[in-house]
């Protein structure tokens, strides 16, 4: 009787579970009872689960004598993705890997899905070859895959081969995400069209950055959901930028602009993008001004500043970089070291020395939290 307790228990604590509409989200399976096969996993639409409750099943598990390998996997599984959701992705990992166990040893057939969603979890961390080799497993274990898990490995194998540099596979397997189908709901597939008009635009070949527009383009004119319209405009702005067809970028991030209204942070980084924009319009076509290019990364700057309200962060180091980029062109060589050291200061611990050229301290240990060696140098 104090087992079937617990297990009522666990599988009240299972019924705490929210899926994501994002295809990144990793999925959630919830616990419930069959009277022919006992405890069994399925997904579910519902909340995350409290630290209290995720400190309380582990007790009940550690304690019990629960013998149910699949409610086990079920509970690792749950605690793992709400971990993912709180982006304490160490802990989901660790928790993905105890379900991943168990399921290799008592097949559930969902041992796919834990391979997709530590995919997704060493994606985020950076971790692309791992995301890769997870990801890849998680495509070919068998196990009942609904359309838009396809879509989900693809789009991220897609996006992690695009990161290290493979744009040939990126290509193709953001492609197989993007391949129209009427079982995928219209957000995630043109989420996934987005993700390889981007990949495309990466290559900087100009086939693929024509292709990239014309993913971008229907996309846009659907019209269907604000974040993938936004996406699209960004994705033309920068093919078109690309092409060095200035004022046509300009005029989709423009359109960002008028779309993001007065979200701090979007202006900052449209901005920040429109000052390289003007930058490089000074380069390449003659009687342009750098004036609007330092001008705009300078409210850029400013925009990042009121939305952290920190004296550092990561994200002040690119207007920062780009201004001396700016400054440099202007043959302005001490503004630009001045705002190259401004950069590093806020990518690292270090280059906090007020004379340039005594960074970095090799007495720091904590020498770099970030690295730009092209900055650097």
């Not at 720091?364 to 939290?369: K, R, Y």
Request: charged share 20%; aromatic share 14%; glycine share 4%.
């Amino acid at each position: 009787m104090y087992y079937i307790n617990h297990q009522i228990i666990l599988s009240v604590f299972l019924f705490f579970c929210k899926l994501n509409v994002l295809c990144s989200q990793p999925l959630p399976i919830v616990s419930t009872f069959n009277d022919d096969m006992g405890y069994t996993c399925e997904r579910l639409n519902n909340n995350e689960l409290s630290q209290e409750q995720i400190k309380y099943t582990l007790r009940l598990i550690q304690n019990s004598e629960i013998k149910d390998t699949a409610l086990l996997a079920c509970c690792y599984h749950q605690i793992a993705r709400n971990y993912y959701i709180h982006n304490n992705l160490i802990e989901s990992i660790n928790f993905y890997k105890k379900a991943k166990q168990l399921r290799i040893t008592f097949n559930d057939n969902l041992l796919w899905l834990n391979y997709l969603n530590l995919g997704i979890n060493y994606f985020e961390l950076g971790q692309y070859e791992l995301a890769i080799r997870n990801l890849t497993k998680s495509l070919y274990e068998p196990g009942f895959k609904e359309n838009l898990d396809s879509v989900n490995i693809y789009r991220t194998l897609g996006n992690s081969y695009a990161e290290i540099g493979d744009y040939e596979n990126a290509i193709d397997f953001g492609k197989l995400a993007a391949k129209d189908n009427i079982k995928t709901d219209t957000y995630n597939l043109n989420y996934a069209k987005m993700d390889v008009a981007n990949t495309l635009i990466r290559t900087k070949n100009t086939n693929n950055v024509n292709s990239a527009i014309e993913y971008a383009n229907e996309v846009y004119k659907t019209g269907t959901d604000k974040s993938n319209e936004i996406y699209a405009l960004f994705n033309l702005a920068e093919a078109y930028a690309h092409l060095k067809n200035f004022n046509k970028s300009l005029h989709f991030y423009k359109l960002i602009i008028s779309s993001v209204g007065q979200d701090t942070l979007e202006r900052a980084t449209v901005l920040n993008n429109i000052g390289i924009l003007y930058k490089n319009k000074y380069l390449h076509q003659s009687g342009s001004s750098l004036n609007a290019a330092i001008d705009t990364l300078k409210i850029s700057l400013n925009l990042h500043k009121d939305y952290y309200g920190t004296n550092t962060n990561y994200f002040y180091s690119p207007p920062y970089e780009n201004l001396a980029d700016a400054y440099t062109a202007l043959q302005q060589f001490d503004t630009a070291l001045l705002h190259y050291q401004k950069a590093l200061i806020n990518l690292t611990n270090n280059f906090r020395i007020e004379n340039i050229f005594q960074n970095p301290n090799p007495k720091d240990t904590t020498l770099f939290l970030y690295s730009n060696p092209d900055m650097i140098r």
